[in-house]
Every structure is written in C-alpha cells, then in structure tokens.
C-alpha cells in the first residue's frame, strides 16, 4: 500500500470516528483491559452453563413449529424481563415474535439473534441412538433451534454483567427468528423497520463445529409462492363435464415446472408440495393449491424464476378454465457476512476453541453417524474449522432469511457445536444431540464466542467504523437490496395451525420441568447414551 493511500485510510477513520456518538470514543481501553474484560466473560458465561441448559432442554421439550413458539417466547422473555430487558412483543403482526432490550447509555447498539421453531415429525428421544419418538408423529427439533436463543440469552447476561461493573455504554438487543423453516418472519421484520438504529447483529446457528465466514456465503436465497386455483364443483361421476376442476390445474402447473425443470441452472433448487387437492374423489374439486419453493444463489435468478413459475401458472388456468392467484408466504435473500466481525469473531473462536467431548459424547455421536449411515464416522469435532471467506465459485444448497438482516445493517452467522456431524439435517436424528450434554456444551463454547466479540465491539469503537465500511463499501458497492415481499403482504401466521393443535395437548404434559429434575435426560427416563435398543 502506498504511503498516499495508507494516509487517506487513517484521515477516513479519524473522520468516521469523530462523527460516532462522543461517548464512543470519549473511554479507551489498553488492550490489556480489553483482555481481562475478555476473560471475565468468558469465566462468567462458564458460570452460566447450569442455566444455559436448562434452557436448551426447556425450549426442546416445548417442540413447537413455526408461528406457534408460544411457551418458546413465553419462557424466553421472561428470563430477559427478570433481567431488566423491555420486551416488544407481536412485531411484525406475528404474535410469537419478540425484540428484548436493554440500554447501559450511549454506545454500539448490538443485536443477538437465532430460530426458535423446530421440525414436523421429528420428535426424539435425545441421548437415543435410534428412532425413538416422544410422540409419534409429533414436531421435534430436528434442526436445533433450540439451542440458538438460549445462548445468546447466556451471552447477553454475561455482557450485561460486565457493562454494569465497568459502566461501559452500549444497548443489547435479543430477537428470534420466529418460523425460519418456512422463511416467515426475517423479510418482515427488515421490511417494518426492527432493525433501524442497530449497528450490528451476531447471529447463531446449530452446527457440529465453531464457524464463521465473511463474504458471500454457500447456499441460496428463495422465494415462497402459493398458488390457489379456482374452478367448479361438480358430480364426479354424474356430470363430470360441468366441473372446472381446479385441481387438475394445480397438476398442471407441476407438470409444466417438472418440464421447466430440466432446464434449470444446476445452482438453482426448487420444491413443491399440494396444500389443496379438494375434499373427496367423488366431488370435482373447486379450490386446489400448490407451494413452491423457488431458490437461487442470486436475487436476479430468484426472480427469473419467479417470473417463469407466474407464467406456468397463467398457462395452467387458461388449460383448464380456472382461476389463479398466488401470495409469497416467504422471503429469504442470498446471504453476505461482514468482513471485519467475522475476522474479530475468528480471533475469538481460536481462544475458546471447541468443548472436551466425554467418551459417552464421542460414543453417542459416533453411534448415530453409523444409524443414519453418514460418511462421517469418526464422532465430534476435535479440530477447529478455518475461517471461512468468500466462495470463489457459488454453491447451491439451503437458505435462511438472515440473508434479509445481512443486507440491512453488517451481519455474521457464528455456527456452534450442539450437533453431530455428518447427518442430513431436517431429520429426527438430528434431534438426538439436542437435549445433551453435546448441545449444552456446545452453546456455552458459542456464547462465550458471542460474548467476547461484542465485548470487542463495545471497547473498541474503531472496528465498527471498519465494519460499516466494509458494509458499505464493499458489500453494497455492487448489489441494492430490494425486498421480496409487499407493504401489504401479511406474514403467513395461520400456517402449522392444525398441526400444533393436534400435537400440543400430547407435548404439554412432557414438557421439562427443571424444579424437579436435573435435566431432560433424567425427566425422560434415558441413560446417556443409549446406543441400542433392548
């Protein structure tokens, strides 16, 4: 770099800095005092391991699908209350939703987010190296968003602690990500304006490792699209020719998509299910449905997409004299990560590094690998993953509409190690880990991750200046957000309705009661691990 160039760097810096609010550079902190900060909450989070599980196994036990996270954020945010948090509840028009936070005067406003909602049929037994369900048939947390909030919560109160004893300014801001499985809520939240006046956000996510990229991350973006078809009832049998089924519509249009399919970019991933397919075989149905997932390592490409599944669907009604509407239920942008948060956060993940794995730990997750037949055979972790940067080439996969927050104000997903490597995900084996020791480890070494990066964020006010550069400069300089959804598109809350009613009178009595026992496992009656059946 030459010295021209370095110079103008330090003149924006300074400048950048003297327009922060005064306090955040009024207090500095010698590297040595940002250590010892460091290590006190690290040593505080560690203290909080007892309640950290507690809650991992409590928001398993509640095992509820997205929109009806009822006792989920009942239970949450009266722990942040207690804590002196004001909470905000019913953001966004979705009753589940909540943004907890707490203010220690002017400073960095940091938010703290992961998903709460879990996964149809994955109900598990945890510690149980087999198909185990609690209740047959019922929800589960086979993805483990169990675990996300409760370590953010630890992390929060940890920093909390320590910004009272060193009255160091800053604002705490903790949010779910209500119903991420259908990608109902991040889009909304952005589109009503929850994230204005926030610096920064952490996000976590389960994963079987610590983690954290910067960049444009592998995986998609999506758009979630119903289409509803219209047509006549009639007689099946007597006057079939007087019925405009509107079923045979919704075939249609999967046909037509099925046919489209082959021409699709390989990076490019959809996926449909039959909402609606009318009442009886001897009626000709009037009202069917279709639900597709559209997605794509690009906004562009969703919405070619897009464009090409409204005119499958025009095409489908016009063939059989119906009638088509269609409403987004979802929203999810391909995701970018901060540089500079990302590079702090690393720096962090090397010091705590990943927990110390039990020989029952070891013994569990080695037996599910060989249940599931993975690839992965060799149990948990013990080696740290690289930091992750940007992909050269984009990889095709799932989505998360984080994308949405990541576009709005600097962002990064640490990934923590509560799960085990090597499984397909979205399934009742990724359950099993997640009311264990392996999950309660792992959120503790995430939010001790956590708590260290925004202590670094709060004492030293110049990464924020790098971070927002970054944000603004390098990820924006090429790419303007545009929202997937409306003003007037409402969040899909009526959806797992019927689902949670049938299954949550038969959960209700399971859930975990931590007056009584010392964790899920001994409620449940599992000795860790169970590796056979008998």
């Given amino acids: 770099m030459n010295s021209k160039k370095s110079r103008l760097i330090r003149i924006l810096l300074f400048c950048a800095l003297f327009t922060l609010p005064q306090t955040y550079a009024q207090k500095g902190y010698s590297k040595s005092a940002i250590r010892k900060q460091k290590q006190a909450v690290s040593a505080n989070v560690d203290q909080r391991h007892k309640e950290t599980q507690v809650m991992v196994d409590k928001v398993f ?27 905000t509840s019913g953001v966004s028009g979705i009753p589940t939703a909540w943004f907890a936070r707490w203010s220690n005067g002017e400073g960095p406003v940091i938010a703290l987010g992961s998903d709460v909602d879990c996964i149809p049929k994955a109900s598990q ?15 589960g947390h086979g993805e483990g968003h169990n675990s996300g909030v409760p370590l953010n919560i630890t992390a929060a109160l940890a920093v909390q602690e320590l ?9 705490l801001v903790i949010w779910p990500g209500i119903a991420e499985e259908l990608l109902g809520s991040k889009a909304w939240f952005v589109r009503d304006g929850l994230f204005k006046g926030v610096d920064m956000c952490i996000f976590t996510h389960v994963s079987s490792n610590l983690a ?9 973006g999506l758009i979630s699209v119903e289409y509803s078809f219209e047509g006549e009832a009639a007689h099946s049998a007597g006057s079939p020719w007087r019925g405009r089924s509107a079923l045979d519509a919704a075939e249609l249009m999967n046909v037509g998509w099925n046919y489209k399919r082959e021409h699709l970019h390989p990076l490019k991933r959809s996926h449909s299910i039959f909402t609606d397919a009318g009442d009886q075989p001897n009626v000709v149905p009037s009202k069917a449905s279709i639900w597709f997932y559209l997605r794509d390592v690009t906004y562009e490409g969703i919405m070619e997409m897009y464009e090409d599944a409204n005119h499958i669907a025009q095409g489908a009604a016009l063939m059989t004299d119906t009638e088509v509407t269609s409403r987004v239920v979802g929203a999810a942008w391909p995701r970018h990560f901060n540089k500079v948060i990302a590079e702090t956060m690393y720096a962090n993940i090397q010091q705590v590094g990943l927990p110390e794995w039990s020989e029952a730990d070891q013994e ?5 690998q060989k249940v599931v037949n993975s690839k992965d055979s060799t149990g948990l972790a013990t080696e740290l993953s690289e930091l992750r940067k940007p992909v050269e080439r984009p990889i095709s996969g799932g989505s998360d509409d984080i994308g949405d927050v990541s576009w709005t104000i600097p962002t990064v997903t640490l990934r923590f190690p509560s799960n085990v490597p090597g499984l397909q995900g979205h399934h009742w084996s990724n359950a099993i880990a997640m009311a264990t020791p392996i999950a309660h480890k792992g959120a503790t070494a995430g939010a001790k991750v956590v708590a260290m990066t925004v202590m670094d964020f709060l004492t030293q006010p110049e990464l924020l200046v790098q971070a927002n550069d970054y944000f603004e400069n390098v990820q924006k300089k090429e790419t303007e957000y545009r929202p997937m959804i409306s003003a007037d598109d409402p969040p899909p809350i009526e959806l797992n309705t019927a689902i949670m009613n049938e299954f949550r009178p038969q959960l209700e009595p399971l859930y975990f009661d931590e007056t009584k026992y010392d964790s899920y496992l001994e409620q449940l009656g599992v000795t860790y691990p169970t590796l056979k059946e008998e």
């Fill in 61 to 87: 036990s509640f095992a509820e699908l997205g929109f009806h996270e009822v006792e989920t954020s009942k239970y949450l945010t009266g722990i942040l209350q207690k804590a002196g948090f004001e909470i």
């Fill in 125 to 139: 037994y945890p510690g149980v190296a087999f198909h185990k369900p609690i209740v047959e048939g019922a929800p």
């Fill in 163 to 171: 910004m009272k004893e060193n009255n160091i300014g800053g604002t």
């Fill in 212 to 220: 954290v990229s910067w960049g444009q991350a592998t995986g998609t």
């Fill in 364 to 368: 569990l997750a080695r037996a599910v």
